[in-house]
Nanobody
Framework: QVQLVESGGGLVQPGGSLRLSCVASGFTFSGYVMRWYRQAPGKERELVAAISSFGKNTNYADSVKGRFTISRDNSKNTVYLQMNSLKPEDTAVYYC????????????WGQGTQVTVSS
């Protein structure tokens, strides 16, 4: 059974930090590109950050470059999103996504974790 379980969300003041975690099970984690998406109320889901299967390559949305860092630990089947200098506009539900780029490409989604940036 495939599972992606996010944690680490919460309420934080502007300028603060949070670290999201996503623990994967039920598939070969190291074979998948891992991504973090977010969706704010009334907005479309957007890609925040991505990391290649062994962590050598990362990509970020322009809105989070220099503030967010994606990383992964394949020994723990876990991907992280370190979020610093948080802004109110970062408020959203954050979702973990596992993407298989091989034959029969498919992806898996977590249930999401709420991040609220407010004073």
């Amino acid at each position: 059974q495939v599972q992606l379980v996010e944690s680490g969300g919460g309420l934080v003041q502007p300028g603060g930090s949070l670290r999201l975690s996503c623990v994967a099970s039920g598939f070969t984690f190291s074979g998948y590109v891992m991504r973090w998406y977010r969706q704010a109320p009334g907005k479309e889901r957007e890609l925040v950050a991505a990391i290649s299967s062994f962590g050598k390559n990362t990509n970020y949305a322009d809105s989070v470059k220099g503030r967010f860092t994606i990383s992964r630990d394949n020994s723990k089947n876990t991907v992280y999103l370190q979020m610093n200098s948080l802004k109110p506009e970062d408020t959203a539900v954050y979702y973990c996504n596992a993407l298989w780029l091989g034959p029969g490409g498919h992806d898996y989604w977590g249930q999401g974790t709420q991040v609220t940036v407010s004073s």
